[in-house]
């Protein structure tokens, strides 16, 4: 295993401006976006919440990591489409109960088409797992992440 003091590691700088108590406005290389609440629980709905875009974060990263992984191996790799649904234990924000995995189980679910083989999606799925930062980190921190895959293969 590699010792991070001996890796440069690349610093990922966001600024985040908190105009009320749940509308936050990130900033990051030029761009901008908003977290915020639905008005039920006195937000203003003008953005996802902030668990919403933490699973927004593994589709995202899903997309981008896969899709690096297929032009490695020099497969053609279409996502036609990412969901997810996370199981929310609720108790710990409510402050009911000492939870220390918020979502004890992710599902995500990906539906793609592919040049590559049987095994090919085999080796790239591997590969996502332990590259993917998201996955990683939500995997870290106890979640389960239980995938399925649409798989649609074509000939190249």
């Not at 406005?25 to 006195?42: A, L, N």
């Not at 053609?76 to 234990?89: C, M, S």
């Not at 095994?119 to 389960?144: F, H, T, W, Y």
Request: net charge negative.
């Amino acid at each position: 295993m590699l010792n991070v003091k001996e890796h440069k590691l690349i610093k990922v700088a966001l600024e985040g401006y908190a105009p009320t108590a749940s509308l936050t406005e990130v900033r990051v290389r030029g761009h901008s976006f908003v977290i915020d609440e639905p008005p039920y629980r006195h937000g203003t709905d003008v953005g996802p919440t902030p668990l919403e875009t933490l699973l927004g974060a593994l589709i995202g990263c899903t997309n981008v990591i896969a899709r690096r992984i297929a032009m490695e191996m020099k497969i053609d790799l279409k996502i036609d489409k990412i969901d997810v649904l996370g199981h929310l234990d609720h108790r710990g924000i409510d402050r009911v109960a000492d939870v220390p995995v918020p979502f004890p189980t992710i599902e995500l679910m990906v539906k793609a088409t592919t040049s590559g083989t049987e095994q090919d999606m085999v080796r790239l799925r591997e590969d996502l797992n332990a590259r993917c930062p998201m996955s990683v980190i939500l995997k870290q921190a106890g979640s389960q992440i239980v995938e399925s895959w649409e798989i649609n293969y074509v000939q190249k």
